[in-house]
C-alpha cells in the first residue's frame, strides 16, 4: 500500500514541476500587475516610436505620457535595448513597435472624471436597475511590431483596460501614480484602466517578438 502511495505521491510532483518548466518564460498575471520571471539571456534592440492619436478624447499629452509608461514597463522586463526615436542611431535598431490610442474614455458612460462627464443621480439609478455600470472608463491601443529593415509589420493586435469607478473608497484602494502627462487621472478609475492596458501591452510585446530578433538568435532562457 505505501509503495503505491509513493508512487502517486511522485507523478504529482512531476506533472507540478513539468507546468511550472512550460511557462516559467511568461508573464504571471497578479491583481493589477504583471510579473515577468526573471530573465538575464539575450536582448533585442527596439524603438518605441511616438504613440498616434486616434481617440477624440485623448491629446498627444496623454499619448507621450502613454509611450513613457510603455518604455518603463519594457525595461523592466530585460528584454530590450530601447533606443529613441530621437537618437541618431535609432535605425540600428531592429524592431519598431508602433502604437495608436483608438479608445480613450474616462468614465464614458457618466459620472464627472475627466471629458463627457455629469452623469445624474437618475441616469446612476436607470443604470443599477438595467444592469448597465455607468462609471466605466475604457483604454484600448493597436500595437504593432515592424522590422526596421524591412518596414514589414510582422504582427499586430489591440490590447485594452477597462475599470469601474464605485465611488470615493475606491480611489483611495487605487494607488496608480501617473507622469506628468496622464497625471489628471492618477487615482482614478481611468488611471487603473491605463495601468491595466500599459501592462497587457507589455505582456504581448514580450510573447510575439520573434526569437530570431533577440541577439544570438536564440531566446535565453533563465
Not at 66 to 81: A, C, E, P, S, W
Request: net charge positive; hydrophobic share 40%.
Amino acid at each position: 500500500m505505501k509503495p503505491k502511495c509513493f508512487l502517486i505521491i511522485s507523478c504529482g510532483f512531476l506533472i507540478i514541476n513539468l507546468a511550472g518548466c512550460a511557462i516559467i518564460d511568461k508573464p504571471v498575471q497578479f491583481i493589477g500587475r504583471a510579473f515577468f520571471p526573471p530573465y538575464s539571456g539575450p536582448k533585442t534592440t527596439i524603438v518605441v516610436a511616438d504613440f498616434e492619436i486616434k481617440a477624440a478624447k485623448a491629446t498627444i499629452d496623454v499619448g507621450s505620457g502613454l509611450q513613457d509608461m510603455l518604455i518603463v514597463r519594457l525595461n523592466k522586463t530585460n528584454r530590450f535595448l530601447i533606443i529613441s526615436p530621437k537618437d541618431n542611431t535609432h535605425k540600428s535598431a531592429k524592431l519598431i513597435i508602433a502604437t495608436e490610442v483608438v479608445d480613450f474614455e474616462p468614465r464614458a458612460s457618466g459620472g464627472s472624471e475627466g471629458v463627457g462627464g455629469g452623469g445624474s443621480a437618475a441616469s446612476g439609478t436607470l443604470g443599477s436597475l438595467l444592469g448597465v455600470t455607468g462609471n466605466k472608463s475604457t483604454i484600448a491601443l493597436n500595437v504593432r511590431i515592424v522590422d526596421t529593415a524591412s518596414s514589414k509589420v510582422l504582427i499586430s493586435g489591440r490590447v485594452s483596460g477597462q475599470a469601474v469607478d464605485t465611488g470615493p473608497a475606491s480611489h483611495s484602494r487605487r494607488g496608480n501614480v501617473l507622469n506628468e502627462g496622464l497625471a489628471a487621472y492618477t487615482n482614478t478609475s481611468m488611471g487603473e484602466a491605463i495601468n491595466k492596458c500599459i501592462i497587457e501591452a507589455a505582456e504581448y510585446i514580450v510573447q510575439n517578438v520573434p526569437a530570431s530578433y533577440y541577439k544570438g538568435g536564440n531566446f535565453g532562457k533563465t
